[in-house]
């Protein structure tokens, strides 16, 4: 992933390269917007983890809100990886399109130890550390667990790597919960043994008991807060697609999104619950949650320019 990609404009090609295709890719039959719109259902999943509510209360909220099943049992089902995966290729990505020219640094991102990134936020998580993941325990292990599994260690291994870039499509509490799970928990989903479940034969999973260590926190994160988080993300990303694809139609991502189950029917689909809430509404909200929790949720200029004239998407 990290080899010598040559010249500085094959260096940059390749940086913009991993850029665009980090905006989306193509999972199974699904389209590549579709599974953008997924991803970051996800991934606010984890943000939520990351500003202290319990795993258990997000995957209820995301069912009482009408979707299929909870946003954490879906990552544990392979995108934990791809998205750990993805998280690291972008930040390279960045780095090298920001400063034109390979660092020469070799990462070693081969996603089998704790990387030290500061990406420069505390998240509010009153850890008493800048994420740079060399703390080597659990902060004294006052959960009471019972099971080794359910230990909490991360492993302390600081290989000084700090990127200089944040992420454009993870929130930094999600990054800091993507990171603590891949590498300082090395829970990288069902697959390999358990991510944010545990996994028994023969038993239904049950969230992993060391998940508590993320709700320690400074700021509390209101249930509405939360739903709207999970309901608006997904409706942002879905009109920054419109925005930037002429080929794809609101009708046709209401459809796929309801049938992906990441939307409630209810709100007739990922474009029409705007429509539903009210577009004035739906932007007014939107910066609402914006000002509290960063600029994913700001508006897109397409929406933008509907709630401006009094028109729906």
């Known amino acids: 992933m990290h080899g010598d990609f040559g010249d500085d404009a094959t260096r940059q090609n390749n940086s913009r390269a991993r850029l665009a295709r980090n905006q989306g890719m193509q999972v199974g039959g699904q389209s590549k917007h579709v599974t953008r719109i997924h991803e970051s259902f996800m991934y606010e999943a984890m943000a939520l983890i990351g500003d202290g509510v319990p795993a258990a209360r997000v995957e209820a909220i995301a069912i009482e809100a009408g979707m299929l099943r909870g946003p954490l049992a879906a990552l544990d089902e392979g995108p934990l990886q791809h998205a750990d995966h993805a998280l690291h290729e972008e930040l390279e990505a960045l780095e090298n399109a920001a400063h034109g020219h390979d660092h020469g640094h070799d990462h ?8 030290a990134h500061d990406h420069g936020h505390d998240h509010g998580h009153d850890h008493g550390h800048d994420h740079g993941h060399d703390h080597g325990h659990d902060h004294g292990h006052d959960h009471g667990h019972d099971h080794a599994h ?9 290989h000084g790597h700090k990127h200089k870039v944040e992420s454009r499509r993870f929130a ?11 590498h300082g928990f090395k829970r990288t989903g069902r697959a390999s043994g358990g991510g944010f479940y545990h996994y028994e034969d023969g038993e239904p999973p049950e969230l992993w008991s060391g998940l508590k260590i993320f709700e320690r926190r ?6 509405q807060d939360a739903r709207d988080r999970l309901l608006y993300v997904q409706a942002l ?25 990441d939307f409630p029917a209810s709100a ?8 539903q809430t009210g577009v004035a509404r739906f932007v007014e909200r939107s910066r609402e949650l914006a000002s509290l929790y960063g600029a994913r949720f700001e508006p897109c200029e397409l929406l933008l320019s509907h709630a401006k004239r009094g028109s729906t998407p």
Do not use: W
């Not at 930094?172 to 891949?182: H, Q, T």
């Not at 400074?218 to 249930?223: C, D, G, N, P, Y």
């Open 108 to 115: 070693g991102h081969d996603h089998g130890h704790d990387h």
């Open 150 to 158: 359910d230990h909490a260690h991360d492993h302390g291994h600081d």
């Open 172 to 182: 930094p509490s999600a990054v800091y919960v993507l990171e603590k799970m891949s």
């Open 218 to 223: 400074t700021q509390k994160v209101s249930e």
């Open 237 to 261: 990303e879905a009109m920054r697609c419109l925005q930037e694809h002429n080929s794809i139609d609101a009708d046709s991502l209401n459809r796929e999104s309801i049938s992906q189950g």
């Open 268 to 275: 007739g689909g990922v474009i029409g619950f705007i429509s």
